[in-house]
Protein backbone atom coordinates (compact mmCIF):
# COMPACT_ATOMS: atom_id res chain seq x y z
CA UNK A 1 0.00 0.00 0.00
CA UNK A 2 2.53 2.34 0.61
CA UNK A 3 4.40 1.95 -2.61
CA UNK A 4 1.37 2.62 -4.41
CA UNK A 5 0.80 5.48 -1.94
CA UNK A 6 4.37 6.37 -3.04
CA UNK A 7 3.99 5.79 -6.58
CA UNK A 8 0.77 8.03 -7.52
CA UNK A 9 2.45 10.56 -5.12
CA UNK A 10 5.44 10.62 -7.91
CA UNK A 11 3.31 10.59 -10.55
CA UNK A 12 1.48 13.30 -9.24
CA UNK A 13 4.45 15.57 -8.81
CA UNK A 14 5.94 14.61 -12.25
CA UNK A 15 2.91 15.68 -13.95
CA UNK A 16 3.02 19.13 -12.62
CA UNK A 17 6.68 19.53 -14.11
CA UNK A 18 6.89 22.30 -16.90
CA UNK A 19 8.07 20.80 -20.55
CA UNK A 20 11.50 21.63 -21.49
CA UNK A 21 11.72 23.47 -25.05
CA UNK A 22 13.88 21.60 -27.82
CA UNK A 23 17.13 23.01 -27.52
CA UNK A 24 20.18 23.09 -30.11
CA UNK A 25 23.76 22.12 -29.44
CA UNK A 26 24.24 25.70 -28.28
CA UNK A 27 22.02 25.02 -25.45
CA UNK A 28 19.08 27.64 -26.94
CA UNK A 29 15.45 27.09 -27.49
CA UNK A 30 14.17 28.25 -31.05
CA UNK A 31 12.46 31.00 -29.48
CA UNK A 32 15.74 32.05 -27.69
CA UNK A 33 17.74 31.70 -30.81
CA UNK A 34 15.17 34.26 -32.90
CA UNK A 35 15.48 36.97 -29.85
CA UNK A 36 19.29 36.16 -29.96
CA UNK A 37 19.59 36.70 -33.83
CA UNK A 38 17.12 40.16 -33.47
CA UNK A 39 18.69 41.84 -30.91
CA UNK A 40 22.59 41.21 -32.77
CA UNK A 41 20.73 42.89 -35.62
CA UNK A 42 19.45 45.84 -33.42
CA UNK A 43 23.01 46.12 -32.33
CA UNK A 44 24.85 46.57 -35.28
CA UNK A 45 22.03 48.43 -36.94
CA UNK A 46 22.10 51.33 -34.24
CA UNK A 47 25.88 50.74 -33.29
CA UNK A 48 26.62 53.50 -35.25
CA UNK A 49 24.09 56.07 -33.91
CA UNK A 50 25.64 58.67 -31.59
CA UNK A 51 22.06 59.81 -29.94
CA UNK A 52 21.65 57.24 -26.64
CA UNK A 53 17.68 57.92 -27.27
CA UNK A 54 17.99 57.76 -30.96
CA UNK A 55 19.75 54.77 -30.91
CA UNK A 56 17.52 52.82 -28.62
CA UNK A 57 14.64 53.78 -30.64
CA UNK A 58 16.03 52.43 -33.72
CA UNK A 59 17.32 49.42 -32.24
CA UNK A 60 13.74 48.63 -30.91
CA UNK A 61 12.17 49.16 -34.46
CA UNK A 62 15.00 46.98 -35.72
CA UNK A 63 14.20 44.36 -32.95
CA UNK A 64 10.25 44.53 -33.28
CA UNK A 65 10.69 44.37 -37.76
CA UNK A 66 13.54 41.46 -37.11
CA UNK A 67 10.60 39.29 -34.51
CA UNK A 68 7.67 40.13 -37.06
CA UNK A 69 9.48 38.86 -40.02
CA UNK A 70 10.31 35.41 -38.04
CA UNK A 71 6.45 34.93 -37.03
CA UNK A 72 6.14 36.77 -33.24
CA UNK A 73 3.52 39.25 -32.61
Not at 20 to 41: F, H, Q
Amino acid sequence: MNKTLLLLAALALTACAAPRPLVNSAGLSPTERDVAECDLEATKVSASIRSGIEAGYVAGTVRRQCMAVKGFK
